[in-house]
């Protein structure tokens, strides 16, 4: 079974950047699309970006030009690079191990979540 660690959330200023880690264990790792979403309080939870075994990524509209995934399958260990950060990226974020490599995916494992806080 596939445990998933996230890390790298924090208080940031906007128009900070953060970047997200998800450590993964077990070798099956980079086989899998891997995908990042997000949980604002009182909202659902929505997928931001996913990222293919072979490196293909894909954003959700509200995030695209500024969140970068990326995967580093010797680290085992997909990344979410976030700019320009804004008040209502405040979520608390979360990786996870997808079924396929389709947009949008299903999840089925998942992180425990990272917090990002945007204010000044």
């Known amino acids: 079974q596939v445990q998933l660690v996230e890390s790298g959330g924090g208080l940031v200023q906007p128009g900070g950047s953060l970047r997200l880690s998800c450590a993964a264990s077990g070798s099956i790792f980079s086989i899998n699309a891997m995908g990042w979403y997000r949980q604002a309080p009182g909202k659902q939870r929505e997928l931001v970006a996913t990222i293919t075994g072979g490196g293909s990524a894909n954003y959700a509209d509200s995030v695209k030009g500024r969140f970068t995934i990326s995967r580093d399958n010797v680290k085992n260990t997909v990344y979410l690079q976030i700019n320009s950060l804004k008040p209502e990226d405040t979520a608390v974020y979360y990786c996870?191990?997808?079924?396929?490599?389709?947009?949008?995916?299903?999840?089925?494992?998942w992180g425990q979540g990272t917090q990002v806080t945007v204010s000044s």
């Open positions: 996870a191990v997808l079924y396929d490599n389709s947009w949008p995916s299903s999840p089925k494992i």
